[in-house]
């Protein structure tokens, strides 16, 4: 079904260009149809409100959308008194010095790839070395795709900041040890993890995160008033072929 907006159709080669940049996505290519749908939304804004482009090309876009964000989407600074909430409520999240020892074996997702086939492959992977962990290092060795794996995927230690966001939150949200009992998913494909052990840190004091919270804070609301203001287009543009409810917009990627 051909994807339109506002009677402009989004063009196939475009939609399967995009969508090789979303690999690691559920549905790379539906990923693909909604981004441009709303980049297209927010270019016809742009026109609307006078706003030119100063050139051409993806760069000269996202300038202009950029511009158009700044014009129409209001996003309040968090109060002290939100970030000091946010502290109080998130007493782990602040630590130094934690490490973590880990594992891993590495399903690589590639542009074009068979996703669900891979998917399957790990969930399989995932359940045999779930009912013997002592395996995992010959696991690695034969199947991953990360250079680990001829180490037995050992990754040794670490600590935050080190790794990919999704794989960081995953071996840091847990005080688990042993294998994680779910696939966890990045931009390079699927990782079934070995966490051997856990190494403390201590929690850094409030005004020494006090703007890290502040930007943290202020990125979650700048997410929900970008999105209601997509939905908000939206709802006043002839949409087809795409499901714009859940959009993400593309300073949020």
Not at 23 to 47: F, I, K, N, Y
Not at 205 to 211: I, R
Not at 234 to 247: E, F, K, P, Y
Request: net charge negative; hydrophobic share 40%; proline share 5%.
């Amino acid at each position: 079904m051909n994807v339109t907006v506002n009677g402009i159709t989004l063009e196939d080669d475009a939609i399967e260009r995009e969508s090789q940049h979303h690999a690691h996505a559920q549905d790379p290519t539906d990923t693909a149809r909604r981004l441009l749908a709303v980049r297209e939304l927010l270019l016809q804004r742009a026109r609307c409100l006078g706003i030119e482009q100063s050139g051409s090309g993806r760069d000269s876009e996202d300038a202009v959308i950029e511009r158009v964000l700044e014009a129409e989407v209001s996003i309040p600074t968090p109060t002290r008194a939100e970030c000091q909430r946010y502290y109080d409520n998130h007493p782990t999240q602040f630590i130094s010095g934690e490490l973590v020892e880990a594992s891993h074996l590495l399903i690589a997702v590639t542009p074009g790839a068979p996703v669900a086939s891979l998917r399957a492959r790990a969930e399989s992977l995932l359940a045999q070395l779930r009912a013997d962990p002592t395996r995992f290092a010959e696991y690695a060795r034969e199947a991953s795709n990360c250079p680990s794996g001829q180490q037995g995927g050992t990754l040794d230690q670490f600590g935050r900041g080190q790794m990919v966001p999704e794989f960081e939150k995953a071996v840091f949200g847990t005080a688990a040890t042993g294998v994680l009992p779910t696939l966890v998913q990045t931009r390079y494909g699927f990782h079934i993890v070995l966490i051997a052990q856990h190494v403390p840190g201590r929690r850094l004091d409030f005004e020494a995160v006090h703007q890290r919270i502040e930007g943290y804070l202020a990125s979650q609301v700048q997410a929900r008033a970008l999105m209601q203001y997509v939905r908000v287009l939206a709802g006043q543009a002839r949409i087809n072929g795409v499901d714009l409810d859940a959009a993400v917009t593309p300073l949020l990627q």
